[in-house]
């Protein structure tokens, strides 16, 4: 797949930004059908990975509603506070150290391989989210199994802040990973090249 050319500067500028972050600092390098296709798979991947939660909540407010005959406006309230009492222990803890787990075998891979970072940057970042996740979640379920108080509140708020950063780390991923996918040898080099030159080209200016 070729790239268009014109928007090379702009990418040249956000990946001087984007550079020295870590997870994003190849994503000036993707497509706009990467990123839409990562979302599609992360979408469905998140939707059926959490299918107990969400659709647990909608058959316990379905239930409800046909017993009380309310409307749809206080069924769908009555949906969002079961699934708040589903998720309002911190389970989605456990939900991101699913999710993630395969984050840790796809870097492993791209570091091991030592693909050219715009294929998949910042692999330790990566790998260091998943033993994050997995730890928090590990400290979760002993604390759950022994019965020890665990704050609600902490539990509830973490476990979401936990579950969407988890979300976006494997949408980061699928992104790098559809944008291998893509990747034209010939066109790789050309680019490599043309980067290669223009780089000399101002190394040689700031020498004169």
């Known amino acids: ?7 090379d500067g702009f990418r040249e500028q956000a990946g ?14 993707l497509e706009p059908s990467h990123f839409r296709s990562a ?12 299918f107990p939660l969400w659709a647990g909540a909608f058959y316990g407010a379905l239930s409800d509603m046909n017993s009380s005959g309310s409307g749809w406006y206080d069924s769908f309230r009555l949906y969002l506070s079961k ?15 699913s999710l993630i787990a395969p984050v840790l075998y796809i870097a492993l891979k791209e570091k091991k391989e030592g693909r050219r970072p715009a294929s998949f940057p910042s692999p330790m970042a990566h790998i260091l989210s998943v033993f994050m996740i997995q730890t928090a979640a590990t400290i979760y379920f002993t604390k759950q199994m ?5 704050n ?11 579950f969407l950063f988890t979300v976006f780390v494997l949408y980061v991923v699928h992104c790098y990973r559809h944008f291998d996918d893509d990747i034209d040898p010939v066109q790789a080099m050309d680019d490599g090249v043309t980067r290669f030159t223009a780089n000399y080209h101002r190394h040689r200016k700031g020498q004169e």
Do not use: D, Q
Request: aromatic share 10%; charged share 15%.
């Open 146 to 150: 022994s019965s020890e108080l665990v």
């Open 16 to 29: 001087r930004v984007l550079t020295w972050l870590p997870f994003v600092s190849g994503l000036h390098e």
């Open 1 to 7: 797949m070729r790239r268009n050319r014109g928007g």
């Open 152 to 162: 609600p509140n902490f539990a509830y708020y973490s476990s979401i802040a936990m």
């Open 83 to 97: 699934l708040e009492v589903n998720i309002g222990n911190g389970t989605l803890i456990l939900y991101s150290a």
């Open 39 to 50: 979302g599609k798979e992360v979408l469905v991947t998140v939707l059926l990975a959490t």
